[in-house]
């Protein structure tokens, strides 16, 4: 099971950006996924989830109404559209496979991918 999250950069507040979550070893679209974030000096927190079959989505608060997590266009991906960035959402994002237990909380996600760092700067 590898995961492997692309698409981050240095983007202007305000601006938006595209970061994506590819799987090798297993089809992704069976699978609940979640991204995460960890700014520095700071725990990971949570940011949203997709079930399987896409049947619902969760969103931490704070990217509530500006971030949205959807199945990739590319076969076996899972995007995370980040619209009206602000400097606080300057973090490194993971992606990551869900089990069981709360999807807001790490430890319901056993496997990870190594992360792709965001920077909202001007």
């Known amino acids: 099971v590898q995961l492997q999250a692309s698409g981050g950069g240095l983007v202007q507040p305000g601006g938006s950006l595209r970061v994506s979550c590819a799987a090798s070893?297993?089809?992704?679209?069976?699978?609940?996924i979640g991204w995460f974030r960890q700014a520095s000096g700071k725990e990971r927190e949570f940011v949203a989830t997709?079930?399987?079959?896409?049947?619902?989505?969760w969103y931490g608060d704070s990217v509530k109404g500006r971030f949205t997590i959807s199945r990739g266009k590319a076969k076996n991906t899972v995007s995370l559209q980040m619209n009206s960035l602000k400097p606080e959402d300057t973090a490194v994002y993971y992606c990551?496979?869900?089990?069981?237990?709360?999807?807001?909380?790490?430890?319901?996600?056993?496997?990870w991918g190594q992360g792709t760092l965001v920077t909202v700067s001007s």
């Open positions: 990551a496979v869900y089990d069981s237990g709360s999807v807001h909380y790490t430890g319901s996600y056993p496997y």
């Open positions: 070893g297993f089809t992704l679209d069976y699978y609940t």
């Open positions: 997709i079930s399987w079959k896409d049947v619902t989505t």
